[in-house]
């Protein structure tokens, strides 16, 4: 389809909208219906030059330009720029700086009050409050039928692009822009497949004899013409931290945890334990349409049982298990309203008002971003409620947005015809009480509550589901099996702690169907999500590994298999050797001796308590290389091209190696001087003694407490130097850097270093520097001579020393560096920050404190995956400061650690899920 074609199919979200028209006054083709948003401009904004950027992105996205239709299909427009962009300019110089998001955020309520008639073309508006030269607020207006929330990102981003090319920077050209009428004819072509057919049937079954959720209204509707407010308040970061906690320990989403309570307020206004919530999905799913304009929003009806929930976790995993089935078999909804004819019943009825329900979640990098020299924030801490605001098609809308200072802001948009204030401000006290007492006792006894008719077997209703999905990956299509059997996987770990439950049950019923498919495949993806989903029967263990030992397995999967499958032998217990596979921990017996020594020093139920966490590290690595594979292709196996030998042992050395470099280092315990000297370092200004043997400083403790024997702590520890290099290092960055098919070689990582560390004078640091991978190759790059290498665990810094005798090391935190303000030359910290992730921010700050001007600091480390179940999956791995699971960073938290310590990024690389950065104190 192209621009000279006259009219285009409508969407099947556009005839839902226009399903909810009302005339030109209300409903979806009123005035009132539209988006804004508001965007701080940092950087020389010249109101002229923004004007034409404006027309550049009309001209860029065509359904900004397209007619609006009340019909089956819509008119194409035929002219690139029917007239330009409306910008209004307000001079507000002179407002004082701390004022000025405020300022902004008035009149981003003022200008979404306004009426905007749908038949006015563009349908981008604008308005531009300038504070100075350098400094503004551009609000973005659209209308409704033409965008969703999610486009007002892509629409900023576009305006930024061509504002920086208009004031002559150089910026690479935009790809092609996607139409939204090519994912209109995209959509209509696709209707007829099977995936199609199968998401309606469970619709069908998910919803029958439900009835969406409604709420009375203050008064009945009167016919007259809505006037729509927002109500709006806070949750604090304290709140919002402790929601996100509860969402992780119980394997949950945000989005899951304020639902529930949402769900658990519903019932309060319904007096119903049969909800069915109206909410939203980004409905981008199809095809390259991430940075298209258009209305692709997807109301989504998410129904939830609560009969017979007896506490806040029993809610929540009612509603996990609501979203997951939802979201996994995603339609528009007049498809899902096809197979649910009454659904929307209630919502007819002139005194109840429907409400919905969202979190906004929209691409951080379309939230933030610097493109040629204007620096572009959105204005989300909206906290100004409005008498008058935007208007919608009908109903109530709950969004919640999770700012990045850690709050959350709750706004509720409500007909003032149909409702009070009062009762809006009352509906958000309570949904926060309901979130408090959850996060504060999730297993506590929920209050008394009784529906007319109690159900008290809800707990089986699941079991009907499992037992379908079941079958429906024996008769699948080849193509769909891996996904299914993940997702079957996945319904059983949500059991977790039930091993003889319904859902449980109703899977393992298909174990034969499961191993006969697994016996006769060729795909190499399916047979890794059929092993994750096999990996979950113990009681079927050795049925599992008859069929197992006779596939072309990889010899680390069977052995992850094998623990997988192990019940816990009290008598012998094998504790925390399960990553990257158990078969990777090849002991001596002294090393048994060590392992035999820790375990016996744990009690009974910490040993069942870590045997479990072992189990969710095996299942998370079996699930997480399932998933890659299913949605991406081979797997390649991990390889490391540095091992260094199992005894290496560092060489004599004492003080004089560090002695180099006593300029630099300071006291942990009161920042003196450190004097170096035979086998000691003694503090000139305390008289703190810390003993230095074979190379290796150790600040953690003073000669005379604990340590007092260096040489013996040396000697009692098992090296880990070759287990790490060997086996742990390629695996973890195989798991947390996406890199399954070798996209990121370790040649890769060579090559940065050596390109962008960039010291000037004084000691360069590798901090966390483990084995000493990359140590070496520091070394190389700015002489040994310089280089200091950090880390807190011993066994790394034996095998580092062993293998760079000419690199003196330190055991210290990073957390608290031990050395001079402007000291170093230069840091590295590669593949370590993830480490300690509690401590990075304060390990950053002390990077930037310790560096000199001009010196480099050159990290790697991981971000979050976009792909939620592959987030899931990385999650269970438990590691030394992760016993809550692996907690990897957001790009734009570790570039906020940045900016607050002072440092100003000068290169920024992002492979998978890497985070590669170089920044520079200034």
């Not at 950087?43 to 404006?54: C, E, N, T």
């Not at 981008?124 to 965008?147: E, G, K, M, Y």
């Not at 409620?385 to 109903?395: A, H, L, M, T, Y």
């Amino acid at each position: 389809m192209t621009e000279s074609d006259t009219s285009q199919t409508l969407s099947l979200q556009q005839e839902f909208i226009n399903a909810l028209d009302k005339g030109d006054e209300m409903g979806s083709f009123g005035p009132a219906y539209v988006l804004a948003s508001a965007w701080r401009l940092r950087g020389p904004v010249d109101p002229a030059v923004l004007a034409g950027a404006l027309d550049d992105v009309v001209a860029r996205h065509e359904i900004l330009r397209t007619p609006v239709s009340r019909g089956t299909s819509v008119a194409l427009p035929a002219d690139p720029a029917p007239a330009p962009v409306q910008l209004a300019v307000h001079d507000l110089s002179g407002t004082p700086l701390d004022e000025r998001d405020l300022r902004g955020e008035e009149l981003l309520n003022a200008v979404e009050a306004g009426r905007y008639p749908a038949t006015e073309l563009p349908h981008l508006r604008a308005a531009l409050a300038v504070f100075a030269p350098d400094d503004a607020v551009l609000v973005l207006l659209v209308h409704h039928l033409v965008a969703d929330g999610w486009s007002m990102g892509v629409l900023m981003h576009d305006v930024a692009h061509f504002y920086a090319a208009r004031s002559g920077h150089d910026v690479p050209a935009l790809p092609p822009a996607r139409q939204y009428h090519e994912f209109a004819a995209a959509q209509r072509a696709g209707l007829g497949d099977k995936s199609v057919a199968k998401a309606v049937a469970y619709w069908g079954e998910q919803l029958a004899g439900a009835e969406i959720s409604v709420i009375p209204a203050d008064r009945p509707f009167a016919g007259k013409t809505a006037v729509y407010a927002a109500q709006r308040f806070l949750l604090d970061a304290e709140l919002t931290t402790a929601t996100s906690k509860l969402a992780k320990s119980l394997r949950a989403s945000p989005f899951m945890v304020f639902l529930s309570a949402y769900n658990l307020l519903l019932r309060e206004l319904t007096g119903s334990d049969d909800i069915v919530a109206a909410s939203f999905s980004a409905g981008r799913g199809l095809g390259d349409f991430h940075h298209a304009v258009g209305p692709f929003l997807n109301f989504v009806p998410l129904r939830t049982k609560l009969a017979g929930s007896r506490t806040f976790a029993d809610v929540l995993d009612r509603t996990r298990t609501s979203c997951l089935g939802a979201y996994s078999h995603e339609l528009p909804f007049p498809l899902i309203a096809g197979a649910a004819p009454d659904l929307m019943g209630p919502a007819m009825a002139p005194e109840r008002d429907l409400p919905a329900f969202e979190l906004l979640q929209f691409p951080a990098d379309k939230s933030s971003e610097t493109v040629g020299g204007l620096a572009v924030t959105e204005l989300r801490r909206r906290l100004l409620s409005q008498d008058v605001s935007s208007g919608i098609p009908d109903g109530i809308v709950w969004a919640l947005d999770v700012l990045p200072t850690g709050e959350t802001v709750a706004s509720l948009k409500f007909d003032t015809n149909l409702f009070d204030a009062d009762t809006i401000r009352s509906w958000g006290h309570t949904f926060e009480r309901i979130l408090r007492a959850a996060v504060t006792d999730p297993d506590a006894a929920l209050p008394e509550w009784s529906p007319a008719v109690a159900e008290t077997t809800e707990t089986l209703a699941a079991n009907p589901a499992a037992a379908a999905l079941a079958a429906a990956l024996i008769e699948a299509e080849d193509a769909r099996k891996g996904e299914l059997a993940i997702l079957l996987g996945l319904a059983v770990e949500a059991e977790e702690g039930q091993p003889a439950g319904p859902v449980t049950a109703a899977v393992r019923a298909h174990l034969d169907g499961y191993l006969s498919i697994w016996r006769e495949t060729t795909d190499e993806a399916l047979s890794l999500a059929l092993l994750y989903l096999v990996a979950h029967f113990p009681q079927d263990r050795s049925r599992v590994l008859d069929t197992a030992t006779t596939l072309p397995l990889d010899p680390e999967d069977l052995s992850r298999l094998g623990r997988a499958l192990a019940e816990l032998d009290p008598d012998d217990p094998d504790i925390g050797r399960v990553f990257p596979h158990p078969a990777a921990w090849e002991l001596d017996e002294a090393a048994r001796r060590f392992d035999r020594a820790r375990i016996s020093a744990l009690g009974a139920e910490k040993i069942a308590e870590l045997w479990q966490e072992d189990t969710e590290t095996v299942l998370g690595h079996l699930g997480v290389k399932a998933r890659w594979a299913v949605r991406n292709g081979p797997v390649l196996p991990a390889s490391s091209d540095s091992v260094p030998d199992r005894d290496l042992q560092p060489a004599a050395a004492g003080a004089e190696l560090l002695a180099q470099h006593a300029a630099a280092f300071r006291c942990p315990g009161c920042g003196g001087s450190l004097r170096l000297e035979g086998n000691l370092a003694t503090c000139e200004a305390c008289s703190n003694a810390y003993p230095v043997e074979k190379g290796i400083l150790d600040l953690t403790a003073r000669v005379g407490e604990t340590g007092d024997d260096f040489l013996l702590k040396l000697a009692q520890v098992p090296s880990m130097g070759h287990y790490y290099e060997a086996h742990a290092r390629p695996n973890f960055v195989r798991l947390c850097g996406s890199n399954w098919a070798g996209q990121v070689l370790p040649s890769d990582e060579d090559d940065y270093i050596a390109t962008h560390v960039r010291p000037v004078d004084g000691p360069v640091l590798d901090l966390a520097a483990g084995a000493g991978r990359w140590t070496e190759v520091l070394a190389k790059t700015v002489g040994p001579e310089r280089v200091i290498a950090l880390d807190l665990l011993l066994p790394m810094l034996v095998t580092l020393r062993g293998r760079l005798p000419e690199v003196p090391a330190v055991l210290a935190s990073a957390a608290t560096l031990p050395f001079g303000d402007a000291s170093l030359g230069a840091v590295l910290c590669w593949n370590a920050l993830q480490a300690f992730p509690a401590q990075a921010p304060a390990a950053i700050a002390e990077v930037a404190r310790c560096l000199r001007p001009g010196g480099t600091f050159t990290v790697l480390t991981f971000r979050n995956s976009d792909d939620p179940v592959y987030r899931y999956f990385a999650r269970r791995h438990r590691f030394p400061a992760h016993n809550d699971g692996l907690t990897l960073f957001d790009r734009d938290e570790l570039v906020g650690w940045l900016t607050d310590a002072g440092l100003e990024i000068e290169d920024e690389t992002t492979p998978g899920t890497f985070l590669i950065i170089n920044a520079v104190r200034p």
